[in-house]
């Protein structure tokens, strides 16, 4: 049974920054394609980037150039480094897994695509 543990959330100013993780605990076979999704209260959970297996990496345009998804193999953990904050990327973030690859194809990875999750954690940007 594969977990992910998310942490790195927390409040920061507009401009600022911060790295979210993601340790996975388990067989790393299932996690062929791996991303972050962020959601706020009402609102669909929607894909903010992926990752594949091979390190091919996929934005929402909303986050491109200011968020960077990688992942380190050695240690199970996935990450996300955000630049640049804005009061839009105030959210409930949340990383996610699946065994097949295919899900990390489109541009933008979709929530029914992805299997297992982590807890969430909250960023808040505030000016």
């Known amino acids: 049974q594969v977990q992910l543990m998310d942490s790195g959330g927390g409040s920061v100013q507009t401009g600022g920054s911060l790295r979210l993780s993601c340790v996975v605990n388990g067989s790393t076979s299932t996690t062929n394609c791996m991303a972050w999704f962020r959601q706020v209260p009402g609102e669909e959970r929607e894909g903010v980037a992926s990752?594949?297996?091979?390190?091919?990496?996929k934005y929402a345009d909303s986050v491109k150039d200011r968020f960077t998804i990688s992942q380190d193999n050695a240690r199970n953990t996935l990450y996300l480094e955000m630049n640049s904050l804005k009061s839009e990327d105030s959210a409930m973030y949340y990383c996610?897994?699946?065994?097949?690859?295919?899900?990390?194809?489109?541009?933008?990875?979709?929530?029914?695509?992805?299997?297992?999750w982590g807890q969430g954690t909250q960023v808040t940007v505030s000016s």
């Open positions: 990752i594949r297996a091979d390190g091919t990496t």
């Open positions: 996610a897994a699946t065994a097949a690859a295919w899900p990390c194809f489109p541009y933008r990875p979709r929530e029914r695509n992805f299997d297992i």
